[in-house]
């Protein structure tokens, strides 16, 4: 299933890792049009997963992972094909964000469907941390093959990576889903669960730092390139890109062993503010010479994700037995919409404050990225108010 989880990640992220040198020129595109075009994908994936995710409490998710795969290997092989303007872009994108919201939750449902308990946490933090190796080889690839021979081939060679999580899918043997517990895309039972709450919107703001960075992170180290001829003999872009994904899987890991071993909603926390102390670093030292961003854009490859896999191993383990799949649909669409509204946030910011080319303008766009990830920490403190009320009240 993570390798499947890789192969459906090999379309993820190319509009970002081709739309600087490639889709802005060839479009006229501004920074706020580039950052919407490559949410798209996050948006149709937010519209998407509430039904097909919800849906996994009824059917076996294999049938909606098999489909959900499909989907997204057909629209990202369309947008190579055909997709020759801004709008079309947008649309096709959209499209195989749709298919990965088939892909994503309904394979972790998959998987957990057929875990004993005692193995979810550290297989959920596996599969979920497996995310940025995809991410990783997507942007590896995208750009290599963007670079060499034109970007629609780009589309065409991720386009056939889910193919893998077809192949992985049709291994696994069916598996009768556990009687839901309410009506489809009724998400009260999880809006009352507050444990469960805290994760998903702390979930929120991660996502919304790490889609923002993974849109904006190769025209960020582009921009220092330009300004310091160092930074392309330390990293180029398309180094940049890999480097900061892959770290993701054994950050991810760690984060999720350190919350096993100190508590999760204390090490959450810390990795959240941190993370935010990080992007501020970054961005007020954007004129800074390359080889100290270079340290600095490791480190928040590190702190980025290293909450990952103990969010999303926190909200199945909160969520309630018969509920799991509406859980992880809300979970998912707070997540992506976030996520969405990240990429074109900062592209807006950059805009107003000087333009991908200035200090002023990265500045602007760490700093929107600190304050998403800031809220974190305050929604896990909210999930957890009622229990130290409740605490203190038996105390007395």
Known sequence: MCVGQVGNLLPHVVVPAV????????????????????????AGYMLAVPVLASLTDRLDARGILLAGSLASAAATLAFGAFVDSYAAAVVVWGLAGIGFAGAYMPGLKALTDRLEPGDVSRSV??????????????FLVAQLVADAI???????????????????????KPVAPAAPSGRLLDFRPVLANRPAMG??????????????????????????AARDPSASVLLDPVT???????????????????????GRHRTLATIQVLSAAVALAIGALAA????LLALLVLVYAITVPADSGALTSGMSAAAAPGARGVTMALHSTVGFGLSALAGWMVGVALDAWGGANSASGWFAGFAVLAAGVSCGPLALWWSRAPRASSARNEER
């Open 19 to 42: 739309m600087v040198r490639h889709l802005i020129p060839a479009w006229g595109l501004t920074n706020a049009q580039a950052g919407l075009m490559a949410s798209a994908y996050a």
């Open 150 to 172: 034109g970007w629609r081939w780009a589309f065409f060679a991720t386009g056939l990576g889910p193919l893998l999580m077809v192949g992985a899918a049709l291994s696994t």
């Open 199 to 224: 994760y998903i919107l702390g979930y929120g703001a991660h996502c919304f730092e790490l889609y923002g960075m993974r849109t904006w992170i190769v025209a960020f180290w582009g921009y220092v």
């Open 240 to 262: 940049v890109s890999v480097v900061v994904s892959v770290l993701a899987m054994p950050a991810s890991i760690l984060g999720n062993e350190l919350a096993i071993r100190h």
């Open 288 to 291: 800074a010479p390359a080889p």
């Open 125 to 138: 933090t596996l599969y979920t941390s497996s995310y940025s190796l995809g991410v990783g080889l997507s």
